[in-house]
């Protein structure tokens, strides 16, 4: 695929898993950590990529390099996603790309055709996000460059959930199936492994 010029790719890796009991990213889930199918679909664009990872870095993103991966480090992940999505904007604003898109670590079933219409549809609108089951706009979105310093500016546990509450109805990407279906607990892994076996 021809990835947009100038759209960088963020994977928010920092995360404690708490409620997974730990070390969830490293986990095996259909055949690799589970970081990896993230990281593995971000790269496959071809774009930039950025993991923001937690002070010690996971097993997953050694495994994945020397691929061209930046790791930038969020010292307090228990601050929240707020924190990592402020590290991902700053090192985006240095780069001067003209799109972030950030994307979690945990939500395996991500594809490159859903990140491509994103990028896509925040090229019109400065912001693009998917709707979640609750209705509201969320991860994976994208951000156009006057949006860094809003984002570059978060902390606590809401992430950029103010920010794309304001997202056009037309950049909102409605998603068919589970692909936004993310692991907070060890019970999510077998369903999510039968999923991606089933995808291959």
Same mark, same amino acid.
């Given at each position: 695929?021809?990835?947009?010029?100038?759209?960088?790719?963020?994977?928010?890796?920092?995360?404690?898993?708490?409620?997974?009991? /730990?070390?969830?990213?490293?986990?095996?889930?259909?055949?690799?950590?589970?970081?990896?199918?993230?990281?593995?679909?971000?790269?496959?664009?071809?774009?930039?990529?950025?993991?923001?990872?937690?002070?010690?870095?996971?097993?997953?993103?050694?495994?994945?390099?020397?691929?061209?991966?930046?790791?930038?480090?969020?010292?307090?992940?228990?601050?929240?996603?707020?924190?990592?999505?402020?590290?991902?904007?700053?090192? @985006?604003?240095?780069?001067?790309?003209?799109?972030?898109?950030?994307?979690?670590?945990?939500?395996?079933?991500?594809?490159?055709?859903?990140?491509?219409?994103?990028?896509?549809?925040?090229?019109?609108?400065?912001?693009?996000?998917?709707?979640?089951?609750?209705?509201?706009? /969320?991860?994976?979105?994208?951000?156009?460059?006057?949006?860094?310093?809003?984002?570059? @500016?978060?902390?606590?546990?809401? /992430?950029?959930?103010?920010?794309?509450?304001?997202?056009?109805?037309?950049?909102?990407?409605?998603?068919?199936?589970?692909?936004?279906?993310?692991?907070?607990?060890?019970?999510?892994?077998?369903?999510?492994?039968?999923?991606?076996?089933?995808?291959?």
């Amino acid at each position: 695929m021809t990835w947009p010029p100038g759209t960088v790719i963020a994977v928010l890796a920092a995360g404690l898993g708490a409620r997974f009991g /730990g070390g969830k990213l490293d986990h095996d889930c259909g055949g690799r950590k589970l970081g990896r199918w993230a990281l593995d679909t971000a790269l496959s664009t071809g774009a930039p990529v950025l993991v923001v990872t937690g002070p010690q870095a996971p097993a997953f993103l050694g495994e994945a390099l020397p691929r061209p991966v930046r790791r930038i480090i969020n010292p307090a992940p228990a601050d929240g996603m707020g924190g990592s999505v402020a590290q991902a904007a700053q090192a @985006a604003r240095t780069m001067q790309a003209s799109h972030l898109l950030i994307m979690l670590a945990d939500m395996p079933l991500i594809g490159v055709d859903l990140l491509a219409d994103l990028a896509s549809r925040a090229r019109v609108s400065g912001l693009a996000a998917t709707r979640h089951a609750d209705g509201r706009p /969320g991860a994976p979105a994208c951000f156009a460059a006057e949006r860094f310093d809003d984002l570059a @500016a978060l902390g606590g546990r809401a /992430g950029a959930r103010a920010l794309l509450a304001g997202v056009p109805d037309g950049a909102v990407v409605d998603v068919v199936g589970d692909a936004l279906m993310d692991v907070d607990y060890r019970t999510d892994v077998d369903r999510l492994a039968a999923l991606l076996s089933a995808s291959r």
